[in-house]
């Protein structure tokens, strides 16, 4: 067997092949070549920012639309708070609409990370995740806003940021 690249014109006889193994997830060719042909059919980009009271930007929040995860995950966020840059927890705003908009387009989870900074586990090797993650813990108040706002820990990614610095996985239900 040979590995091919996939290009817009040999994509075509993988949809057919796609479309007729698994109808119910492409249920015409259209969608499955769309997927593979179009980063839009698969994943969406969506954001919003907070204005001040003369129209200025002073937060954003910038969503991936996962939508064969039926998933809205927090791409990047920030917020000037008197020129400090702050993340989610002055960002509640931005994150019910995001979740209003989910919700709108049938998609069931919010997704979002973090890095261990500041955590217990930032800078340690983890050989266990579930243990790591069982023994979580930081004083940071975006932790503790995730919490709060009803985002679980699903997971942790080693080493997502270099050498022992980890990426916390969060979701929650809608």
Same mark, same amino acid.
């Given at each position: 067997m040979?590995?091919?690249?996939?290009?817009?014109?040999?994509?075509?006889?993988?949809?057919r092949?796609?479309?007729?193994?698994?109808?119910?997830?492409?249920?015409?060719?259209?969608?499955?070549?769309?997927?593979?042909?179009?980063?839009?059919?698969?994943?969406g980009?969506?954001?919003w920012?907070?204005?001040?009271?003369?129209?200025?930007?002073?937060?954003?929040?910038?969503?991936?639309?996962l939508?064969?995860?039926?998933?809205?995950e927090?791409?990047?966020?920030?917020?000037?708070?008197?020129?400090?840059?702050?993340?989610?927890?002055?960002?509640?705003d @931005?994150f019910?609409?995001?979740?209003? !908009? /989910?919700k709108?387009?049938g *998609?069931?989870?919010?997704?979002? =990370?973090?890095?261990?900074a500041?955590f217990?586990?930032d800078?340690?090797?983890?050989?266990?995740?579930?243990?790591?993650?069982?023994? @979580?813990s930081?004083?940071?108040?975006? !932790? /503790?806003?995730?919490?709060? *706002?009803?985002?679980?820990?699903i =997971?942790?990614?080693?080493?997502?940021?270099?050498?022992?610095s980890?990426?916390?996985?969060?979701?929650?239900?809608l």
């Amino acid at each position: 067997m040979k590995v091919i690249e996939l290009n817009r014109e040999n994509a075509k006889p993988v949809a057919r092949l796609m479309h007729q193994l698994k109808p119910e997830w492409w249920p015409a060719f259209e969608d499955a070549y769309g997927q593979l042909t179009n980063i839009n059919e698969s994943i969406g980009t969506v954001g919003w920012y907070l204005a001040d009271d003369i129209g200025a930007p002073v937060g954003w929040a910038l969503f991936r639309e996962l939508k064969c995860y039926l998933s809205l995950e927090l791409e990047c966020s920030g917020f000037n708070d008197q020129g400090v840059f702050k993340l989610e927890h002055k960002l509640k705003d @931005l994150f019910d609409q995001a979740g209003e !908009y /989910a919700k709108a387009k049938g *998609y069931t989870t919010l997704r979002t =990370g973090m890095s261990s900074a500041n955590f217990n586990i930032d800078g340690v090797e983890i050989t266990n995740i579930p243990q790591a993650m069982q023994t @979580l813990s930081t004083d940071r108040i975006d !932790y /503790a806003w995730l919490l709060d *706002y009803g985002f679980t820990v699903i =997971g942790i990614h080693p080493n997502a940021y270099g050498n022992n610095s980890h990426l916390i996985l969060f979701a929650k239900a809608l």
